[in-house]
């Protein structure tokens, strides 16, 4: 079935520091894919997304590619900040769009 | 800018009660989905409504789970008899089915503690 594998945390850097969070999927047809970001205390927001492959999303200054070849959806900034420490889950919903998949989410702390 | 409500946002409850559980989705959102998230982990689907139809229920819906959305707008989760293993966050998502796959938009959560 569909599913959503991604890097287990917590990742801890610097601030400015470069940031990767991997996240590679399985899925029949052509998913489409999601990275959601979740404050402290809060709901899940999307961050970005991308519909097709090599669609890149991009938000805030993060940026992900749709990569069919190798199924991943990578997250990446280049400088982080301390505002950027929450939860971070990759998520894909079927060519069907009736649920989507999440992984289990990659904690993220940003320290000065 | 009216997103996605929940309501309560926390509820503690003895083992065996009933809970109940609301929704408001995005005013002009067709759909609305139901999740449930453990700590450390992803949400996991549990059902979703097209109006006020659900058309699709997850396995992990047992029998003492049920949803409506009578109108078609808001929806209410109830479990009956619940039971600790039940504590966890209840997320709730609309979307706006349209051209394409469509984007589901989350509410706060209803964190439930069933001691």
């Known amino acids: 079935g569909d599913s959503v594998t991604q890097m287990e945390g917590p990742v801890t850097l610097s601030e400015e520091a470069f940031l990767t969070i991997n996240c590679t999927y399985t899925a029949t047809g052509y998913p489409s894919l999601f990275w959601y970001v979740q404050y402290p205390g809060e709901g899940l927001q999307l961050l970005l997304k991308?519909?097709?492959?090599?669609d890149k999303g991009s938000n805030k200054g993060f940026e992900a590619t749709y990569r069919k070849e190798t199924t991943s959806f990578h997250l990446e900034k280049g400088s982080v900040q301390v505002s950027d420490s929450a939860v971070y889950f990759c998520a894909l919903t079927p060519n069907t769009g009736n649920q989507f998949y999440f992984g289990t989410g990659t904690s993220l702390t940003v320290i000065p | 800018d009216t997103g996605v409500s929940q309501n309560p946002r926390h509820k503690i409850t003895k083992r065996g009660q009933n809970v109940t559980f609301r929704c408001d989705p995005i005013s002009e959102h067709n759909r609305l989905y139901w999740y449930r998230q453990t700590l450390g982990q992803g949400p996991e689907f549990l059902t979703y409504f097209q109006n006020e139809a659900q058309l699709e229920k997850s396995r992990l819906l047992s029998d003492r789970f049920s949803a409506e959305r009578p109108k078609g707008s808001f929806s209410t989760l109830e479990i009956q008899r619940t039971e600790q293993g039940d504590s966890a966050m209840y997320l709730c998502?609309?979307?706006?089915?349209?051209?394409?796959?469509?984007?589901?938009?989350f509410g706060p959560g209803t964190r439930l503690l069933v001691l």
């Open positions: 991308a519909t097709k492959a090599d």
């Open positions: 998502a609309s979307s706006l089915v349209g051209v394409g796959q469509e984007t589901q938009y």
